[in-house]
């Protein structure tokens, strides 16, 4: 079972100048380092209401606010799920993540989950943070993704992603027929009023910046190339909802199901049909932890997007 947490608590003057993270460990000793450290980073613990960094020194007489789910623990176990990996050495696997898988167990997903089937693939894992995943990608979102498989690779990737190095490159289909390519260069955060969603946020948010071109444009879709240069949590299926080409299949930001006017009829069915956010990583770069070369792999488009983009090119003649 899951706890809403609302508590908050203000700085004292014998903690003026003091770490984010620091403070917080203080004000709120039921909970641990760790986890308050991922609250402060999923935008869930506050100061006066904005986000900040766990390294960034607060003053005393603001104010923490802890707006946040306690998710009961899970317990990590191996499972025998087949991957599909891409490469592996002594440093990295690099996999290609269906559809229908989520990446790291929850309370909703205990078990099933691509670390699941990491663990029993390479047990060592178990040794490393979050069993080296270090980015993830949704659910429904299928394609490429790093495992880090040594402490110094971890911290490597990390750096690297941290610091914008990585390169991720996407596709998606949009609603809606787009003039041209461009950037979204829009602050996002954890949505106001609804804590599982992410939103674009003027104030509080955390830069966020996707670039996209065109690829294809049909009739009432555009097939669309994405690269990220951050990483935040669901931030292409939200900064294309923003500039109003949501994601085909995307329930969570393009609401219900929005088909063009005047669409064929089996054009119809197949949209109302398809079962996630037409969005797949397609190609990954970095520069290896051990050897300094940089290193690029990329992953065929899934049949069931490819079978979208031919659907939607029969209904475009």
């Known amino acids: ?81 087949p991957l599909d990996i891409v490469y592996e050495d002594d440093d990295l696997i690099v996999l290609n993540k269906p559809t229908n898988m989520v990446v790291h167990p929850a309370a909703g997903n205990p078990d099933g989950t691509l670390l699941n089937a990491l663990l029993h693939h390479a047990p060592a894992l178990a040794q490393l943070p979050r069993c080296g995943i270090v980015h993830r990608l949704d659910k429904d979102t299928t394609g490429i993704m790093v495992v880090a498989k040594t402490l110094p690779a971890h911290a490597s990737l990390v750096d690297q992603l941290q610091s914008r190095s990585v390169s991720r490159d996407y596709e998606a289909v949009t609603v809606g027929v787009m003039t041209g390519g461009g950037t979204v260069d829009k602050p996002m955060g954890r949505h106001p009023k609804d804590r599982k969603k992410m939103a674009v946020l003027e104030f509080g948010g955390k830069r966020a910046i996707t670039h996209y071109r065109v690829a294809h444009r049909f009739k009432h879709h555009t097939h669309v190339y994405v690269s990220l240069e951050t990483g935040r949590t669901h931030q292409i299926r939200v900064h294309m909802a923003h500039i109003k080409y949501p ?43 051990r050897t300094g070369k940089e290193m690029s792999w990329s992953v065929p488009t899934p049949d069931d997007f490819l079978e979208l983009l031919d659907m939607l090119q029969q209904f475009d003649d």
């Open 1 to 81: 079972m899951s706890q809403q947490i609302d508590i908050q608590a203000v700085v004292p003057p014998n903690m003026d100048e003091q770490r984010f993270d620091q403070i917080a460990a203080q004000l709120f000793p039921d909970y641990s380092r760790s986890r308050l450290q991922s609250w402060i980073k999923s935008g869930e613990l506050t100061v006066d209401g904005k986000t900040c960094r766990a390294k960034d020194k607060l003053f005393s007489g603001v104010t923490l606010i802890l707006h946040a789910t306690l998710e009961e623990e899970i317990s990590l176990r191996p499972q025998d799920i």
């Open 247 to 289: 994601l085909v299949g995307d329930a969570t930001y393009a609401g219900r199901p929005r088909i063009p006017r005047q669409a064929e009829q089996g054009l119809v069915d197949f949209l109302q049909q398809f079962p996630r956010q037409a969005l797949h990583a397609r190609r990954l770069k970095l520069i290896h932890p």
